[in-house]
């Protein structure tokens, strides 16, 4: 699986109390399925629902999401495309830890898709499938988010796996 390694790599990357503080974003992927056909291919599909818990955060809960969203809007872009997965794909749980910090808990509804192709002499070669990809908003390559003068977050635009 590698979504949830690519989401942990953009949200350090793009959160500064993540930047210093890397260990205090954990991420759990809970509930997992393996869906496959009946048919001859081992082709197959990981469903499960990643938990990320980001510890003691002092921050903005605005920089975190805006980021998140800009990574599924690359790896996982159905989460708002279809009507029934926006109700329920993206959801969260605050825990006001006292008057500074919280911990947050965000529950995202994910898969993966894998084709496996045979090859020749009993190979098979793996891939994990991109994703769809929608029309870009924004062309950047590098964007920031400010709440006035105040940076929240920076990151690269996130890319499809290949």
């Given at each position: 699986m590698y979504k949830p390694n690519s989401l942990r790599q953009h949200l350090a990357a793009a959160i500064p109390d993540l930047q210093r503080d890397p260990d205090r974003?954990?991420?759990?992927?809970?509930?997992?399925?393996?869906?496959?056909?009946?048919?001859?291919?081992?082709?197959?599909?990981?469903?499960?629902?990643?938990?990320?818990?980001?510890?003691?955060?002092?921050?903005d809960a605005d920089a975190i999401m805006v980021a998140l969203i800009a990574w599924l809007k690359v790896h996982q872009l159905d989460l708002m495309a279809n009507e029934e997965t926006r109700k329920h794909g993206i959801a969260f749980e605050v825990d006001f830890n006292n008057?500074?910090?919280?911990?947050?808990?965000?529950?995202?509804?994910?898969?993966?898709?894998?084709?496996?192709?045979?090859?020749?002499?009993?190979?098979?070669?793996?891939?994990?499938?991109?994703e769809p990809q929608g029309t870009p908003d924004y062309a950047d390559a590098f964007w920031t988010l400010y709440d006035g003068d105040t940076l929240l977050a920076e990151w690269q635009v996130p890319q499809a796996a290949a």
């Open positions: 974003l954990l991420v759990f992927a809970d509930e997992g399925n393996v869906v496959a056909s009946a048919t001859a291919s081992l082709s197959f599909e990981y469903r499960f629902k990643l938990n990320l818990i980001v510890t003691d955060y002092a921050g008057h500074e910090t919280v911990d947050i808990s965000i529950h995202l509804d994910l898969t993966e898709r894998v084709i496996v192709k045979r090859g020749e002499g009993g190979r098979h070669d793996i891939k994990h499938a991109a």
